[in-house]
C-alpha cells in the first residue's frame, strides 16, 4: 500500500475561519480523492483530484466551499472554508496505486471540530 | 445509483466468538468491485479486501472469510475467533466499473465490532 501524511491530523477552529488540510503521497499515484465522515456517519465523497485541472465535486458538495487544489502526482489539498460546527468532522484523502488499480487507500484522516 | 446496506449497526461479541457482517448492495453495473474496509478507534480505514464481480470464489485470510453471493447480492465478512484488536468499524463498499461510474466508492453505514476480552 502507499504511504500516504495526512496533516494536520487534527484541529479546533473558529467558526467563520478556513482550514486547509494536506495530502502527501510517498509514490505516484493516479487518482486522489476526498472524504468527509460525520460524525458516527460513514464517508461520503467530496470530490475527485484532478491533477492539473479543477477536482470533480459530487452532488451537495461546491468549490467554493472545498476548493482542492492537486499540483503534482503526489500531492493535493483541501480547504474547508468559512466553516460552521456542522463542518465538525474527519476528513480523509484516499489515493489509487498505478500498481493497484481500483483500490484505495485512506491517510489517517483529520479530526475537525468547529467551535 | 449505487447503494449498500450495512443492517447490523453494532455487534458485541465475547472474545474466541466469531462474528459474521453483512453486506447487501445495489447497482446496475454488471462490473463492480467490492470491498472491505476497518476503521478502528485511531481513524485511519484499512484495507482489507476487494472483490470483482466476475470472481465469486470465497476467500479466507487468516481468521477472515469472505462470502461473496451474486445471486443475493451480498457480500458477508467473518472473523473467526475474535479478538479483542477486531474492535472496530467495519465498512462495507462498492465501486463500479471504470468507463461506467469512475472509481467512486459508494460505502455502507458501517458495523460497530465490539469485542469483550
Known amino acids: 500500500s502507499a504511504v500516504i501524511s495526512q496533516k494536520p491530523s487534527r484541529d479546533i477552529c473558529q467558526r467563520g475561519t478556513s482550514l486547509t488540510i494536506q495530502c502527501q503521497v510517498d509514490s505516484q499515484v493516479t487518482m486522489m480523492f476526498w472524504y468527509r465522515q460525520q460524525p458516527g456517519q460513514s464517508l461520503t465523497l467530496i470530490a475527485t483530484?484532478?491533477?492539473?485541472?479543477?477536482?470533480?465535486?459530487e452532488s451537495g458538495f461546491v468549490i467554493d466551499k472545498f476548493p482542492i487544489s492537486r499540483p503534482n502526482l503526489t500531492f493535493s489539498t483541501l480547504t474547508v472554508s468559512n466553516m460552521s460546527p456542522e463542518d465538525s468532522s474527519i476528513y480523509l484523502c484516499s489515493v489509487e496505486r498505478v500498481a493497484a488499480k481500483n483500490i484505495q487507500y485512506f491517510g489517517a484522516g483529520t479530526r475537525l471540530s468547529v467551535l | 445509483a449505487q447503494k449498500v446496506t450495512q443492517a447490523q449497526t453494532e455487534i458485541s461479541v465475547v472474545e474466541k466468538e466469531d462474528v459474521t457482517l453483512d453486506c447487501v448492495y445495489e447497482?446496475?453495473?454488471?462490473?463492480?468491485?467490492l470491498f472491505w474496509y476497518k476503521q478502528p478507534p485511531s481513524g485511519e480505514l484499512v484495507f482489507l479486501i476487494r472483490?470483482?464481480?466476475?470472481?465469486?470464489q470465497n476467500e479466507i485470510s487468516g481468521r477472515y472469510s469472505w462470502n461473496f453471493q451474486k445471486s443475493t447480492s451480498s457480500f458477508n465478512f467473518t472473523i473467526t475467533a475474535s479478538q479483542v484488536v477486531d474492535s472496530a468499524v467495519y465498512f462495507c463498499a462498492l465501486s463500479g466499473s471504470f468507463k461506467a461510474a469512475g472509481n467512486k466508492l459508494t460505502f455502507g453505514g458501517g458495523t460497530r465490532v465490539l469485542v469483550k476480552p
Open positions: 447497482t446496475r453495473d454488471t462490473t463492480y468491485y
Open positions: 472483490r470483482n464481480s466476475f470472481d465469486e
Open positions: 483530484a484532478n491533477q492539473g485541472s479543477e477536482a470533480t465535486y
